[in-house]
T-cell receptor, first 113, second 110 residues
Framework: NAGVTQTPKFQVLKTGQSMTLQCAQD?????MSWYRQDPGMGLRLIHY???????DQGEVPNGYNVSRSTTEDFPLRLLSAAPSQTSVYFC????????????FGQGTRLTVV | RKEVEQDPGPFNVPEGATVAFNCTYS??????FFWYRQDCRKEPKLLMS???SGNEDGRFTAQLNRASQYISLLIRDSKLSDSATYLC???????????FGTGTRLQVFP
């Protein structure tokens, strides 16, 4: 049972480069989200989606784009990487219910130089 | 004021000890409360939800105090394997967005 799969696990980018972080879930969850985790700060919501074709911004959306063409996939695109985007990124999915468990992918450690 | 605040620790306790963590939240409209556990360089995983009447899962007990806007986690008979960071998670007001605390680090030593 795969759960939430994120790729890649590690990435180094040069400033100005673009890339896509992949996220896929096989639990048929409606709700998917992307977070970043930085030292001394809690996980912060970047973008989220409540279903295929629907996306919305979280707390820190600038510099990132998302799309949700299928229930399973929710890629995160960095348009022009900046050193401030060096972070650990987590994708999460859950049923669309306030009280249910969020399942996280293993994370992507991104360094922008 | 942060929406969710936790003591970052670390809490260093011997095996078998009882340890308690508190977390305060700022939005009185919040309805959902959780404790997640995060091991070093790993993803967060749900430890337990927190219900109004309080709830217990083995050695772990969670309490909610709506009047004072805090939740707590009590770990009894600590094990080495309990060493991790414990994240307090609350939904933002009447929304479905989750707000994560910065975490409290627990280190259990032999």
């Amino acid at each position: 049972n795969a759960g939430v799969t994120q790729t890649p696990k590690f990435q180094v980018l040069k400033t100005g480069q673009s890339m896509t972080l992949q996220c896929a879930q096989d639990m048929n969850h409606e709700y998917m989200s992307w977070y970043r985790q930085d030292p001394g700060m809690g996980l912060r919501l970047i973008h989220y989606s409540v279903g295929a074709g629907i996306t919305d911004q979280g707390e820190v959306p600038n510099g990132y784009n998302v799309s949700r063409s299928t229930t399973e996939d929710f890629p995160l695109r960095l348009l022009s990487a900046a050193p401030s985007q060096t972070s650990v990124y987590f994708c999460a999915s859950s049923l669309f219910d306030l009280n249910t468990e969020a399942f996280f992918g293993q994370g992507t450690r991104l360094t922008v130089v | 004021r942060k929406e969710v605040e936790q003591d970052p620790g670390p809490f260093n306790v011997p095996e078998g000890a009882t340890v308690a963590f508190n977390c305060t939240y700022s939005n009185s409209a919040s309805q959902s409360f959780f404790w997640y556990r995060q091991d070093c360089r790993k993803e967060p995983k749900l430890l337990m939800s927190v219900y109004s009447s309080g709830n217990e899962d083995g050695r772990f007990t969670a309490q909610l105090n709506r009047a004072s806007q805090y939740i707590s986690l009590l770990i009894r008979d600590s094990k080495l394997s309990d060493s991790a960071t414990y994240l307090c998670v609350v939904n933002r007001g009447n929304t479905d967005k989750l707000i994560f605390g910065t975490g409290t680090r627990l280190q259990v030593f032999p």
